[in-house]
């Protein structure tokens, strides 16, 4: 009778487990971070089956304005995922790599999966577990792990972020880049926005608009008034704006927010002399200039 009991409790346990991503109706916004305004919708679509593995279907599409002033909406890519014992995977380069792993301890660490593009790094960037925890959300009580985007000698790349289950990045897109090869999906998604399925109320912890929302052609006021130079750049960087401008973000590639700072009319001088070499971003409420970091 106890042995039954155990099976039963393991069975119902892995159920669980193989139930809380991506289950059914699961939908994820993320806000686009390249040159078009818009967001990036993530929804399961389904299960298939890859090499005797049932995995779930996630598509990708964009919803936005092309380049600030055409309304387009397109399917881009698809992911695919699966659960096991409290590890997502996610399948890149023909083989299942960890997306998240929820069983991991202070210390832990685990590679960032590369994305299909790039297959010439040797060595992948970590993640690493600085603490761990659950909390309540929406009647459910989820799993986090709060974790440092590390080198792969386990420095830190000075970004932190938090993974909660069911959900994933509450900080930043779904699908970490590896600084190891710089190869990341910057022509997908940025900040985290929201997140719902059939049994889950939107959670959406630091986004204040509607999951869907996109910046109107009437308010394309920031990305018509400033300029920035010189780009590329060595890190000096010079803003001229014809307005004034609050809040303004300097993001990576990723949408992780690097400074904030406000913009006064005219040149605004600034210096990044510690950034390292890659693409970033001048951000204003969806909006954003490119800038290159040599």
Not at 15 to 40: C, D, E, M
Not at 160 to 170: C, L, M, S, V
């Amino acid at each position: 009778m106890k042995s039954t009991t155990l099976f039963l409790a393991l069975f119902f346990s892995s159920l669980s487990f193989a139930q809380n991503w991506a289950p059914a109706g699961a939908k994820w916004h993320y806000t686009y971070i390249g040159f078009s305004i818009g967001y990036v919708e993530i929804a399961n679509v389904g299960d298939t089956v890859i090499a005797g593995q049932t995995c779930q279907k996630l598509q990708k599409t964009f919803n936005g304005l092309q380049f600030g002033v055409t309304p387009t909406n397109f399917v881009f890519d698809t992911t695919y995922t699966y659960e096991s014992n409290g590890i997502v995977y996610v399948l890149e380069q023909n083989q299942w790599k960890t997306l998240y792993n929820f069983n991991a301890v202070v210390g832990e660490h685990w590679p960032m999966a590369p994305m299909p593009e790039f297959g010439g790094c040797t060595e992948n960037s970590q993640l690493k577990v600085l603490a761990t925890g659950t909390k309540v959300i929406n009647a459910q009580t989820l799993k986090y792990l709060v974790v440092d985007f590390c080198n792969p000698d386990l420095t830190s790349q000075g970004f932190q972020d938090t993974i909660i289950e069911k959900i994933g990045f509450t900080g930043s897109y779904m699908l970490p880049f590896d600084m190891c090869t710089m190869a990341f999906d910057g022509n997908e998604g940025g900040p985290f926005r929201c997140y719902s399925d059939n049994n889950f109320a939107t959670y959406k912890p630091f986004y204040d608009n509607e999951c869907d929302y996109l910046v109107g052609l009437e308010e394309n006021t920031f990305m018509r008034s400033v300029q920035i130079y010189p780009n590329p750049s060595a890190g000096e960087l010079y803003i001229e704006s014809e307005l004034p401008f609050k809040s303004i973000q300097l993001t990576d590639a990723t949408g992780r927010t690097i400074h904030s700072f406000d913009l006064q009319a005219g040149v605004n001088q600034m210096h990044f002399p510690s950034l390292q070499s890659g693409t970033y971003f001048i951000r204003k409420d969806g909006q954003c200039v490119k800038w290159v970091v040599e």
